[in-house]
Nanobody, 125 residues
Framework: VQLQASGGGLVMAGGSLRLSCAAS????????VGWSRQAPGKEREFTAA????????YYADSVKGRFTMSRDNAKNTAYLQMNNLGPEDTAVYYC???????????????????WGRGTQVTVSS
């Protein structure tokens, strides 16, 4: 299983970016997909996740109302639309996937089996 995150870049505060996570998984819809981020000098933190199929989405409080996660199972791709970005959103963003993850662990990064390389998001003030 390979995951590739893309779409990061430099944006001014208040701007938007859409991240993509392309997966080499034939049964993509059977996987829980999550996004986490790691800012410089900080631990990785849960950002968003979507349960398998077209299931429910979950967000960290810090991004709720600004970020929207979606997935296109036909394209084996998940997305993270990020609006109203602020400098505090500067981080490397990672996508992760897991087939057997249970709902209670969806916010636990270590519970995901597969991780992609991150994509850098930098928000200037």
């Amino acid at each position: 299983v390979q995951l590739q995150a893309s779409g990061g870049g430099l944006v001014m505060a208040g701007g938007s970016l859409r991240l993509s996570c392309a997966a080499s998984i034939r049964t993509f819809r059977s996987y829980v997909v999550g996004w986490s981020r790691q800012a410089p000098g900080k631990e990785r933190e849960f950002t968003a996740a979507m349960f398998r199929g077209g299931g429910s989405t979950y967000y960290a409080d810090s991004v709720k109302g600004r970020f929207t996660m979606s997935r296109d199972n036909a394209k084996n791709t998940a997305y993270l639309q990020m609006n109203n970005l602020g400098p505090e959103d500067t981080a490397v963003y990672y996508c992760a996937a897991d087939r057997s993850l249970i709902l209670s662990s969806i916010r636990t990064g270590d519970a995901y089996d597969y991780w992609g390389r991150g994509t850098q998001v930098t928000v200037s003030s």
